[in-house]
């Protein structure tokens, strides 16, 4: 009796297992055949319907997030879907056909550009250096950041701050924030990091936290728990990212495999509001610096 | 005593005893089977991962180098000329567990005889849910408590330590000793249960003898429970130690992460953190590497565990 019931129970298992596994198996269907076979051929964006992933960089998170709502507002029938699991994974993952588009917060490497992945830079971004609420130093110098970052300067009374020891925070290696952060300064592998975190969100709790901390993170991440210093004197804001005038800006990529045009409907009419008037004001209201212009060339 | 059992089982079962003797063989038969199935999954599982991780590991190791990897100290994965040493992070794992395990065990095992032998029944009943809750708690909630009380904390104290010494690298209270205070509460749930589970288990008649022969309570628990609970408790210490080792979670967001030698006040990063921090964005050779620390973590508890297991065993033959 008891042993007929726990076959059942057994069997109710492997059955839930089974058509669990059958569902994981169906949903990352190769997302070019999806569009292409759901999209209308008229052309008109009304008739578009199906759905658009988008997979890579932890730092485009909010500014993908707000494209993807206003693009899904003009287009109700598509359903974008954005996965952050990095720079490198976004790439891998379009050329591996698992997803339409790579997010990637660095420029793309030969190596990919290779593979046939295809850089379309969609927006500029700007790293910003914060410190701590309760920090005076308002600015520093580009040679000041690097001697921090170095190791060469240990205590904020050096750099005409109040006599407190620097925490000098930073991100894990592999991290495209890192990457740009420190070829924009020539510190490659010479920084001297008290904490590698691995993600913005824990570089800002832990310089908000941490008096005397100093930490990198993209532009649209930092917020009002923490001082934004200027470089050089420039504060970072869109307008000093567009004259280069602020030394810390890096390219924001959606990486595609093969041209836009070589794209299914779906992925056009997305790229269409990205770079247009639309998506570009998007940009702008995360602290983004626009590619395109009213010229609409770069 | 064997006529009181078989009644028994004819109470639980009255089918049973009208059942021909072949049908009881079946059954018996199916029963076995089941049996063996149920622990040969788990054999498969553990073989599988066991198998997949020196499959994945192996080539980084075959690679870089045995010893480049195990004694090299420097980890820059994704430098120009990259350089995969894990040793710093093997022993901030030892270290940092060490030093969990040293500051739990003596709490856990003296709340578990106070649980279970001295408390009151209404105090034990506000302890022992505690204990429970504490168990039920996500590592990661562990982990912000961590950052956002304990390190704090740890800075003030860092500050005075060490004002005068300005080759000190601070690192805003995030260290291995942070790791640490937090792994010991991690684990101390664990240590508490098996341990009084342990305790409750030794046979009244040690107790007993001890008292007949004129022991204090204290020095029964101590000179009689205790010895005889012996096998229990290292077992809790050997699950102690599996978690804290594993424990990535709330470790990566108190410990700082920088790869340094394990020294109380140092930025350090353990074998599980590292995996964690660095899978999001790393490729290729970097990627295998992950791999091959968690080969290593894998190995790591192996030993430990066989270790503690051994003594466990030695301890029961020595002490008869």
């Known amino acids: 009796m008891i042993k007929g019931r726990k076959r059942v129970l057994a069997a109710c298992a492997f059955l839930l297992v089974l058509s669990g596994s ?16 759901e999209s209308g051929t ?11 992933l988008l997979v890579g960089s932890t730092s485009m998170e909010t500014y993908v997030r707000a494209l993807a709502e206003g693009y899904m507002e003009c287009h109700p029938n598509i359903n974008v879907n ?11 993952a379009v050329l591996g056909g698992t997803a339409d588009i790579g997010n990637s917060s660095r420029s793309l490497n030969r190596e990919e550009k290779e593979k046939g992945a295809v850089e379309n830079v969609v927006a500029i971004d700007g790293i910003a250096v914060c410190v701590d609420r309760g920090n005076r130093v308002g600015g520093l110098t580009r040679q000041q950041l690097k001697d921090i970052y170095t190791g060469a300067v240990t205590n904020w009374s050096e750099v005409g701050g109040q006599d407190a020891p620097v925490v000098v925070v930073g991100r894990e290696a592999g991290s495209g924030t890192r990457k740009a952060f420190e070829k924009l300064l020539d510190v490659e592998d010479r920084c001297a990091y008290a904490n590698e975190l691995d993600s913005e969100g824990a570089v800002m709790a832990r310089v908000a936290a941490t008096p005397g901390a100093i930490g990198y993170v993209s532009l649209q991440v930092a917020d009002e728990h923490v001082n934004i210093l200027a470089l050089d004197g420039i504060v970072p804001a869109a307008g000093n990212l567009k004259d280069g005038k602020y030394i810390l800006s890096r390219p924001f990529v959606m990486a595609t495999f093969g041209e836009i045009s070589e794209q299914n409907a779906l ?6 509001y990205v770079l247009g008037g639309e998506g570009q004001r998007v940009a702008v209201s995360v602290g983004l610096l626009p590619v395109k212009d009213g010229s609409g060339a770069e | 005593m ?28 199916i029963a076995q089977a089941v049996f063996g199935v149920c622990a040969s999954f788990v054999i498969l599982v553990t073989a599988s991962i066991t198998v997949y991780m020196i499959g994945k590991g192996a080539s980084a190791f075959w690679k870089v180098g045995v010893k480049e990897i195990l004694f090299g100290t420097v980890w820059k994965p994704t430098a120009e000329k990259p350089s995969y040493g894990i040793l710093y992070m093997i022993l901030t794992s030892a270290v940092g567990t060490g030093l969990a395990v040293l500051l739990s065990v003596p709490i856990g ?6 649980l279970a032998e001295a408390a009151d029944k209404r105090l034990a009943a506000v302890v022992k849910p505690a204990v429970e809750l504490l168990a039920g708690i996500p590592s990661v909630i562990y ?3 961590g950052i956002s009380l304990l390190n704090p904390l740890m800075y003030r104290l860092e500050l005075a330590l060490f004002r005068d010494s300005p080759g000190h690298r601070f690192t805003g209270g995030a260290n291995l000793l942070s790791a640490a205070l937090v792994l010991a509460v991690m684990i101390l749930p664990t240590v508490i249960n098996i341990s009084e589970a342990a305790i409750r288990g030794v046979q009244p008649g040690v107790r007993a003898a ?19 609970a012996k096998s229990g408790i290292v077992t809790a210490v050997v699950l102690g130690v599996g978690r804290a080792v594993g424990e990535a979670m709330a470790i990566t967001l108190v410990s700082g992460g920088c790869v340094n030698p394990p020294l109380p006040f140092y930025s350090v990063r353990f074998l599980a953190t590292a995996i964690v921090s660095e899978m999001g964005y790393s490729s290729g050779l970097h990627r295998q590497m992950l791999f091959a620390i968690g080969l290593a973590l894998l190995i790591f508890i192996m030993a430990v565990n066989t270790a503690l297991t051994k003594i466990v065993k030695k301890g029961a033959e020595n002490g008869g």
């Open chain 2, 109 to 114: 095992v003296l709340t578990a005889v106070f």
């Open chain 2, 143 to 145: 982990g912000l408590l």
């Open chain 1, 82 to 92: 954005a996965e952050f699991a990095g720079s490198g994974a976004g790439i891998e």
């Open chain 1, 42 to 52: 008229l052309g008109e964006t009304e008739e578009l319907s199906g759905s658009i």
């Open chain 1, 267 to 272: 992925v056009k009419s997305w790229f269409d």
């Open chain 1, 22 to 37: 059958a569902g994981w198996g169906n949903a990352p269907d190769s997302p070019q055949e999806r569009g292409r076979s």
């Open chain 2, 210 to 228: 001890s008292l007949a022969l004129g022991g204090s309570r204290i020095q029964t628990i101590f000179c009689a429970v205790l010895p005889a």
């Open chain 2, 2 to 29: 064997r006529e009181g059992m078989k009644t028994k089982q004819n109470m639980l079962c009255p089918g049973s005893v009208m059942a021909d003797r072949k049908k009881k063989a079946v059954v018996e038969g």
